[in-house]
Every structure is written in structure tokens, then in C-alpha cells.
């Protein structure tokens, strides 16, 4: 359980914030001007390797060594595997982070594969813990949020014109009220399902 035949610090191969960095997500400059202030709210650890319980040990002792985040996310793109001891020490470490608020996210275990599902159980009902597939995709999840809670959506009109939306970037007035005889508007409540991903998309949404 406790063997340490390996460097342990190779099981942290990245550790940073969002300083300097970003999703691929172009966003607005005010938008953006709040990232580079609360750019510490997000810290990003890239984990690599096997993980035993003295790696998990390693690992969790370097989420110690910083102030927490708000939201603190977990790639797991290159673990091949996690023994049970160490997914049992990760999943008594995060939920002491979860009650004290800090959004766990992990990215890099796809959804049904056995890295997934080694964990799944374990962490299953804890509150505060999310999944992306990419680590991009739970990166710009994380900048959303702090987008939100600095006020960074106020601004967001209820209603975007079809001229103004980028996919339709070069079409004439005209066409655009061609399209829009054809739309029909939609209302959604909050946490309704709009869209599942892997699912055949039946509509084209604006």
C-alpha cells in the first residue's frame, strides 16, 4: 500500500492557475478582465502515471500547499489506472473540499471507461464533483463560473437578433427574415435538457 518504488513527484506533471491562459472560448474583454482578476480562483493539477495510495497521498499533500480554490479540477488523461486505496483517500479528501465549497472537476476520464467507473461509486451523491471528457471543456466550465459569480453575465440581453449570431456571418437581411420565418420560438426552464451530446441533432438551435 505504501510502496514507493517510484518518484512520486512525477505524479503531478502540471500544477497552475488560469493566469495567462485561457479555454479556446473567445470571450468578451469584460468578461475576460474578470478572469485576470480571480485567475487564482481556478487551479488546474495534471496527473500522470499509475496512482497508488502514496501517489494520491503525494497528490492531495500538493492541493494542501496553496490556498483553496473555488474550483479546483483534476486531468486524469494520463492515468491508465487508480487502486482502490487511493480512490478511497482522493474521495475522503475531496469531500472535506466540497463542504467547504470548493467545486471538484475531473477531466480525462471518459464517461463509462474503467478509470471512470473505478471511481464512480465512490464519489456517486457527493455534491460539488463534475466531469468534462476534455480538460478544455471543464477549463472553460470553471471560467463560467467565475464569470457568474463576479456579475460577468448582466449584460446578457434576452433576446440576440439572427443577423447578430456568427453562424449566419454574411447573410443579407433578407435572408435572415427568410430563416426566421422558419423558426419557431422555444422557452426552456432552468435545468431543462436542450441538447445531449453523442445524441443525433434533430434541430438547430439560435
Not at 512520486?8 to 482578476?37: C, F, H, M
Not at 478544455?136 to 459569480?149: L, M, S, T
Amino acid at each position: 500500500m505504501l510502496s514507493r518504488s517510484v518518484d512520486l513527484r512525477t505524479s503531478v506533471i502540471a500544477d497552475y492557475d488560469v493566469k495567462g491562459i485561457s479555454s479556446r472560448r473567445n470571450r468578451p474583454d469584460y468578461e475576460q478582465k474578470i478572469l485576470e482578476n480571480r485567475y487564482r480562483d481556478i487551479r488546474v493539477l495534471e496527473l500522470s502515471g499509475a496512482l497508488s495510495f502514496a501517489n494520491a497521498d503525494y497528490v492531495l499533500r500538493m492541493i494542501s500547499t496553496h490556498e483553496r480554490p473555488d474550483i479546483l479540477i483534476l486531468d486524469l488523461r494520463r492515468v491508465p489506472s487508480l487502486t482502490e486505496g487511493a480512490v478511497l483517500l482522493f474521495v475522503k479528501s475531496l469531500s472535506d473540499l466540497t463542504a467547504d465549497g470548493v467545486t471538484v472537476v475531473f477531466s480525462g476520464a471518459d464517461e463509462g471507461s474503467s478509470l471512470w467507473d473505478s471511481m464512480v461509486g465512490p464519489i456517486g451523491g457527493m455534491q460539488g464533483v463534475r466531469r468534462f471528457d476534455l480538460l478544455d471543456e471543464a477549463i472553460e466550465w470553471g471560467e463560467d463560473q467565475i464569470i457568474y459569480r463576479y456579475g460577468g453575465f448582466t449584460d446578457i440581453r434576452p433576446t440576440a437578433l439572427l443577423p447578430e449570431q456568427a453562424l449566419l456571418a454574411g447573410l443579407t437581411a433578407q435572408e435572415c427574415d427568410k430563416l426566421a420565418t422558419l423558426a419557431v420560438a422555444r422557452k426552456f426552464h432552468s435545468g431543462d435538457k436542450i441538447i445531449t451530446a453523442g445524441k443525433p441533432h434533430r434541430r438547430c438551435f439560435f
